[in-house]
C-alpha cells in the first residue's frame, strides 16, 4: 500500500510510560493505542458481567415457574442486563476499541486529531457505566423498565429509573466525542497521497458511524433528559395523565435507537471488510459499492424508526413507508455480503480463526438479515411484534453481528496490538463450540415467537418448556466456547504465543509497522501510492 521501510522493534507503547509511570500512565495517557486498550478491557469486563446476567435468566426460564429468582428480581436483572451489553458493549464496541487503536494507523496519522478529548471520551465512558451500575444499589431498587425506558411504565415505577438514564446520557456524550474525534482525524490527518478512496474500508465504516454518533445520539440524550424532567418535576412530556404522549417518547427514543444499530454494525461489517480480501488473498470487489453502500446504510437508517411502532397506533400511511425503508435499508447490507462473497470466489482463501470468525458473522447476520424483513413487513409483524422472535431477530444481528466481528477483529488484529500469536487449534475449537451453543441458544426463539410466547415474561405456559430448556442449553454451550477463547488470548497475551509482526500477510498500513506499534506509530509518515488490499 504504500513504500514505507518496516519499522525496528523500539520500545512500543506497552513499555512507553511518558511522564508517569505504572497505572497513572495509563490514566493519563493520551496515546489512541493505550486508549483503545482502556475500552478493550473496561468493555470486555462489562461484557462478561453482561454475560453471567444473561446466563441466569436463561436459567431461570428453564422450566416454568419460579427456579432461583421471583418475578421483581428478574425484571431488575433483565434491564440491567440490557444496558450493559447495549450501552457498555455493543454500542461503543468496535468503533472505540479497533477504531481507537487502528485509524490513525491505518490512515497514516500518528494519533487522532484530539487525543486529550479521547482520553476524555473513555473517562465519560467510565463515569457513565458507574452511575448505570449504581443505579440498580440505590434508591427503591434497580429500574425494571426494560432498557428502552418505555414511558409512562418508566415515569409510574417507584424503582430507580433517573440514575439509570442519566447514566446512559452521559455515555451518549462519550459516543458524540468519539465520532466527532474520528471524523475530524481522517479529515485532516490521512497520509499524503492517501485519498478518499484510498482509505482503507474500516475506515470508511468509521467514517460512517462517526455521523451517526454525532446527529443521532443528541436526540436520545434529550428523550432522558426529558424523562428526568418529568419524574422530577412533573412536567407532562410522555405521561397522557398531564397531558403527555407515550407515543412521543417511542418516536424520539428510536429516532436515535434504530440509528445506534448502525452504530454498532458498521464497524463490525468494515472490520469484516479487512479480514475477508486478507485471508482470500484478493483485492477487494467492489470497493467502491462498498463505500457507497456503508454511507447508504448511515443514512438511510435515520428514516426507519417506525418499523418498531406498528402495533402502537400510527396511520397506514405511515405504515406503509416505514416498512418500505426498511425493506431498502437491507439493499446496501446485501451489497456487502454480495461483495465479501465475490471477494473470496476463485480466491487462494487461507482459512484461520479470524477467516473463520468472518465466515460465522456472515452465517449469523445474514439470519438475522432475512428475520429482519418479517418484521418490516407490516402482515408478519402483527403476529410476531413482541415475542420472543424479536429477541432471536435483535440477538442474530446485535450479538451475531457485532459480537462475532468483534472477536473476528480481536483474532485478527491480537498479534498487532500485543505482538504475540495465539494457539489457532484452541482458538478454533472455542468458536465452533461458541457458534453452535450461540445457535442453539437464539434459534429456538424464533420458534417460540411464531408460537406466541411474549419477550419480557419472568414465566411461560408449559406448552413453550422444550425449546426453552433448548435455549437453555445452548447458553451453556456458548458460555463454554467463550471461556475457552478468552483463556486462550489470555495465555497468548501472557507470553505462550511466539512474537511475530504480519502472520496473515495483510496489505494494509497497521502490517507495516511493529508488533506491538511504537509510540507514534511511524519513524516516517508513509507516502500512500495505491489503494488498500493490492494482492
Known sequence: ????????????????????????????????????????????????AGVVMGLLMKFELISPGEQIMGAQTYNGLFTLHGLTMIFLFVIPGVAAV?????????????????????????????????????????????????????????LKTNTNVVAAVTGAFILGFSSILTGLNFIVTMHRLRAPGMGWLRMPLFAWSLYGTGWIQLLATPVVGVTFLMVVAERLLGI???????????????????????????????????????????????????????????????????????????????????????????????????????????????????????????????????????SGLVLGSLATDI???????????????????????????????????????????????????????????????????????????YDYLPMFENANVLSTVGSWIMATGLIIIIVNLVRARKGSGREIDNPWDGKTLEWTIASPPIVENFEEIPVVEHGPYEY
Do not use: C
Request: cysteine-free; proline content about 5%; aromatic content about 22%.
Open 236 to 370: 407532562g412530556f410522555f405521561d397522557p395523565a398531564i397531558g403527555g404522549d407515550p407515543i412521543l417518547y417511542q418516536h424520539l427514543f428510536w429516532i436515535y435507537s434504530h440509528p445506534a444499530v448502525y452504530i454498532m454494525i458498521l464497524p463490525a461489517m468494515g472490520a469484516i471488510t479487512e479480514i475477508i480480501p486478507t485471508f482470500a488473498r484478493k483485492t477487494i470487489f467492489g470497493y467502491t459499492a462498498i463505500v457507497i453502500s456503508s454511507m447508504a446504510i448511515a443514512f438511510v437508517g435515520y428514516f426507519v424508526w417506525g418499523h418498531h411502532m406498528f402495533t402502537s397506533g400510527m396511520s397506514s400511511t405511515s405504515r406503509w413507508v416505514f416498512s418500505l425503508l426498511t425493506f431498502l435499508v437491507a439493499i446496501p447490507s446485501a451489497i456487502k455480503v454480495f461483495n465479501w462473497t465475490a471477494t473470496l470466489y476463485k480466491g487462494s482463501i487461507n482459512i484461520q480463526t479470524p477467516f473463520l470468525w468472518a465466515i460465522g458473522f456472515i452465517f449469523v447476520f445474514m439470519i438475522g438479515g432475512f
Open 383 to 457: 403476529h410476531v411484534h413482541d415475542t420472543a422472535f424479536v429477541v432471536a431477530h435483535f440477538h442474530y444481528i446485535v450479538f451475531g453481528g457485532t459480537g462475532f466481528a468483534f472477536f473476528g477483529a480481536l483474532h485478527y488484529w491480537f498479534p498487532k496490538m500485543w505482538g504475540k500469536i495465539y494457539n489457532t487449534k484452541v482458538a478454533n475449537l472455542g468458536l465452533l463450540i461458541f457458534f453452535i451453543g450461540f445457535n442453539l441458544l437464539y434459534f429456538p426463539m424464533f420458534y417460540l415467537g411464531l408460537m406466541g410466547m411474549p419477550r419480557r415474561y
Open 98 to 154: 479497533y477504531g481507537n487503536f487502528f485509524l490513525p494507523i491505518l490512515i497514516g496519522a500518528k494519533d487522532v486529531s484530539f487525543p486529550r478529548l479521547n482520553l476524555m471520551s473513555w473517562y465519560l465512558y467510565i463515569f457513565g457505566a458507574i452511575v448505570v451500575l449504581a443505579s440498580q444499589f440505590m434508591g427503591d431498587g434497580p429500574p425494571d423498565t426494560g432498557w428502552t425506558f418505555y414511558a409512562p411504565y418508566s
Open 1 to 48: 500500500m504504500a513504500e514505507h521501510n518496516h519499522t525496528k522493534h523500539e520500545p512500543n507503547y506497552l513499555e512507553y510510560q511518558g511522564k508517569h509511570k505504572g497505572l497513572l500512565g495509563w490514566l493519563t495517557t493520551t496515546d489512541h493505542k493505550r486508549i483503545g486498550l482502556l475500552y478493550f478491557y473496561s468493555m470486555m469486563t462489562f461484557f462478561l
